[in-house]
Structures are given as structure tokens and as C-alpha cells.
């Protein structure tokens, strides 16, 4: 039992790039949501899932897009990658809305 | 606005010592309210919850949190602190407002504690 998973663990890209960050979770969790944590700013939502098929925005989704084609795996696409997206993404999964298992995260910086 | 507050960015206590990290919240109706713990370069754990009963919550690694419904707070404290607790304290607040964001998590910005032999 991994938990939630996360890959790359870090990544450097170019302005202008895109990339995709992988999660996956082997709990069986309807819920999934993908944040991203600035320093001194806490974790802002940027999409979540609450099954198979199903996604919504969150409260930063600008430049960004998911799907959830399984229940294991939401992957987060950056298209366009820009130096505002540097930041630390972490991906989580829950059974309810409240209590979440989070990845180890994944450290993106664009220059 | 459903908002979560965290008034200290770093507390400093001496290992033994009582700790207090605090958290007041601003929600329409119930709050379902969280502490969750974050290590460096690790993702979040959670820690403890409150979602009805008695005021007083235990979690995780001794720690316990007191809701205090009058004050809007949700405080988290531990009797003795350890070197080991020294991380990023997030305390979080269900969104109740109706629609899509529903039942989602709100953060607050994190409190590091530090603790010292």
C-alpha cells in the first residue's frame, strides 16, 4: 500500500514548456485534488475530482487543466509553463471531503 | 467569506514545555475544522479533527485541539513539546457555502513551530 504517489519529485523547465505531474493513490479514493503551496501562503486548491470522469475547479485553476479517467490516477497538465507556476504541487486523495492523504509533493520551478 | 486565520507565522517554545498554535475560522453554519502537519519536504498529514461532541479533540502524537465555538477558534496544543514537533502547523476549515466547492478544504497559511532543547 504506496499511499498517494507523486512524479517527478522536482522538475526545471523553460518558460513556455509544458508538463505533466503524475498522481496516483492505490486506496481506492473517490476524491482527488491537486494544490500548490507558495511560501507563507498555505495550499491553494487548483482542481479536484470526486470520481472517475468527473472534475471541477478550484480556487487557482488558471493555466492549468486535469482528468480523471481512472479512479488511481489524476494527472495536473501545465500548458504554457510561466515563472507565476513555481511553486510546490502537491496531489491528494480522501474517502470525504475532509480528511486527505497527501503525496510526498513535487518541486516545479519555470525559468 | 469562509476564511481561515492563523495569527503567529513561527512559535518558539522549549522542549518540555506546553505549546499552543493558533487558529481562528470564519464559516457560515457548523464548522468541521482540522489540524493537519507538515515535515520538511513531505507532503501533509493530518493530525486531529473536530466535526461535533466534546470540545476538546485528541489526535495524533499527543497532540489535542479546543474548540471554542464563542471565540471562533480551534487551537492546538500538546502538554510538553518535543524537538521532533518542530514543523508547519496548518489548521483548515470545510467550505459550507452551497455548490461545487462544497466540503472542500480551506488552508490557512501555516504556523512553524520550532522547538528547542
Known amino acids: 500500500n504506496a499511499g498517494v504517489t507523486q512524479t517527478p519529485k522536482f522538475r526545471i523547465l523553460k518558460i513556455g514548456q509544458s508538463m505533466t505531474l503524475q498522481c496516483a493513490q492505490d486506496?481506492?479514493?473517490?476524491?482527488m485534488y491537486w494544490y500548490r503551496q507558495d511560501p507563507g501562503m498555505g495550499l491553494k486548491l487548483i482542481y479536484y475530482?470526486?470520481?472517475?470522469?468527473?472534475?471541477d475547479k478550484g480556487e487557482v485553476p488558471n493555466g492549468y487543466n486535469v482528468s480523471r479517467s481512472t479512479t488511481e490516477d489524476f494527472p495536473l497538465r501545465l500548458e504554457l509553463a510561466a515563472p507565476s507556476q513555481t511553486s510546490v504541487y502537491f496531489c491528494?486523495?480522501?474517502?470525504?471531503?475532509?480528511?486527505?492523504?497527501f503525496g510526498p509533493g513535487t518541486r516545479l520551478t519555470v525559468l | 467569506a469562509q476564511s481561515v486565520a492563523q495569527p503567529e507565522d513561527q512559535v518558539n517554545v522549549a522542549e518540555g514545555n506546553p505549546l499552543t498554535v493558533k487558529c481562528t475560522y470564519s464559516?457560515?453554519?457548523?464548522?468541521?475544522l482540522f489540524w493537519y502537519v507538515q515535515y520538511p519536504n513531505r507532503g501533509l498529514q493530518f493530525l486531529l479533527k473536530?466535526?461535533?461532541?466534546?470540545?476538546l479533540v485528541k489526535g495524533s502524537y499527543g497532540f489535542e485541539a479546543e474548540f471554542n465555538k464563542s471565540q471562533t477558534s480551534f487551537h492546538l496544543k500538546k502538554p510538553s513539546a518535543l524537538v521532533s514537533d518542530s514543523a508547519l502547523y496548518f489548521c483548515?476549515?470545510?467550505?459550507?457555502?452551497?455548490?461545487?466547492?462544497?466540503?472542500?478544504?480551506?488552508f490557512g497559511k501555516g504556523t512553524k513551530l520550532s522547538v528547542k532543547p
Open positions: 491528494a486523495s480522501s474517502v470525504t471531503k475532509d480528511t486527505q492523504y
Open positions: 486506496m481506492n479514493h473517490n476524491y
Open positions: 475530482s470526486v470520481g472517475a470522469g468527473i472534475t
Open positions: 464559516v457560515s453554519g457548523n464548522p468541521y
Open positions: 473536530y466535526i461535533t461532541g466534546d470540545n
Open positions: 483548515a476549515v470545510r467550505d459550507t457555502n452551497y455548490g461545487g466547492s462544497q466540503g472542500n478544504l480551506i
